[in-house]
T-cell receptor, first 115, second 116 residues
């Protein structure tokens, strides 16, 4: 059972480039989310999805797009990378509305540097 | 909006001694609180949660947490620390979203260092 898989693990981009961070889960979880982790700031929610075809913004959505065409996949797109987006990005998933007290499962992260 | 605070950036403790990692919360209504641990270059792993019931919650790896409503605290504890417990610890609280579902608000994290 792979859990939550994130690719790539590391990436270096130049300012203005675009890229997609991939996230896949094999637990049939309805709820998926993206966080960024920055020193001294904990984890901040970027976007989340409560099921296929449904997405919504978190605390820090600017500069990022998401889509959820399948239950398994929840990619995060940077349209025009900026140095302020240098961070570690985590994808997480959990069971849906009928299981509200269940914890989230996290991937191992993507370490992104924008030059 | 709900929030959690972790007042200590780092906690140092000697191996074999008891450890405490502090968390305070601010919520409207009943709090739903969680502790996660993060090892280097890994994602967060769930340790334990408080939903309702006993104020002392037991979790993974020998950790427990004490919910104190009067002090609005949810401190993580372990009776005897191990060097392998050295990691980054996050407290989190469940919050509502504007679209009617739930999300999680994380604290800033506390780095625990257990000295041999």
């Amino acid at each position: 059972n792979a859990g939550v898989t994130q690719t790539p693990k590391f990436q270096v981009l130049k300012t203005g480039q675009s890229m997609t961070l991939q996230c896949a889960q094999d637990m049939n979880h309805e709820y998926m989310s993206w966080y960024r982790q920055d020193p001294g700031m904990g984890l901040r929610l970027i976007h989340y999805s409560v099921g296929a075809g449904i997405t919504d913004q978190g605390e820090v959505p600017n500069g990022y797009n998401v889509s959820r065409s399948t239950t398994e996949d929840f990619p995060l797109r940077l349209l025009s990378a900026a140095p302020s987006q240098t961070s570690v990005y985590f994808c997480a998933s959990r069971l849906g509305q009928g299981h509200l007290n269940q914890p989230q499962h996290f991937g191992d992260g993507t370490r992104l540097s924008i030059l | 909006a709900q929030s959690v605070a972790q007042p200590e950036d780092q906690v140092n403790v000697a191996e074999g001694n008891p450890l405490t990692v502090k968390c305070t919360y601010s919520v409207s209504g009943n709090p739903y609180l969680f502790w996660y641990v993060q090892y280097p270059n890994r994602g967060l792993q769930f340790l334990l949660k408080y939903i309702t019931g006993d104020n002392l919650v037991k979790g993974s790896y020998g950790f427990e947490a004490e919910f104190n409503k009067s002090q609005t605290s949810f401190h993580l504890k372990k009776p005897s620390a191990l060097v392998s417990d050295s990691a980054l610890y996050f407290c989190a609280v469940r919050d509502y979203t504007t679209s009617g579902t739930y999300k999680y608000i994380f604290g800033t994290g506390t780095r625990l260092k257990v000295l041999a």
